[in-house]
């Protein structure tokens, strides 16, 4: 059975840093894009940064590009994002994902939470202004 868990969520003034953790069991990791997703209160899940299996093919939004890195350690089986610079409007529950794409051919590479199988339960993330 696949499970994510998700850490290191908390709360920080607007401008400070958090590195939220997501760690895999039940799957092989290196056969899996893995992607954060957040979504605010009153507001859909949006795409936060994606990466895909082979850690060539990252995807950022907008809004956070240049402010979070989204980095990967399949030996730890461990999904990482690191959040600069933070706004208040990032306030959200950030959630990890996972979708198998070992097969083939490979299916192309998305940050669409609906292609993503498998969810972690989230972690809060809360900015003051």
């Known amino acids: 059975q696949v499970q994510l868990v998700e850490s290191g969520g908390g709360s920080v003034q607007s401008g400070g840093s958090l590195r939220l953790s997501c760690t895999g069991s039940?799957?092989?990791?290196?056969?899996?894009?893995l992607g954060w997703f957040r979504q605010a209160p009153g507001r859909e899940r949006e795409g936060v940064s994606c990466?895909?299996?082979?850690?060539?093919?990252?995807y950022y939004s907008e809004i956070v590009k240049g402010r979070f890195t989204i980095s990967r350690d399949n030996a730890k089986n461990t999904l990482y994002l690191q959040m600069n610079n933070l706004e208040h409007e990032d306030t959200a529950i950030f959630y990890c994902?996972?979708?198998?794409?070992?097969?083939?051919?490979?299916?192309?590479?998305?940050?669409?939470?609906?292609?993503?199988?498998?969810w972690g339960q989230g972690t809060q993330v809360t900015v003051s202004s």
């Open positions: 039940g799957l092989t990791f290196g056969a899996y894009d």
């Open positions: 990466m895909d299996r082979t850690s060539e093919v990252t």
């Open positions: 994902a996972a979708r198998y794409n070992a097969k083939w051919p490979p299916v192309g590479f998305s940050c669409l939470g609906s292609d993503y199988s498998h």
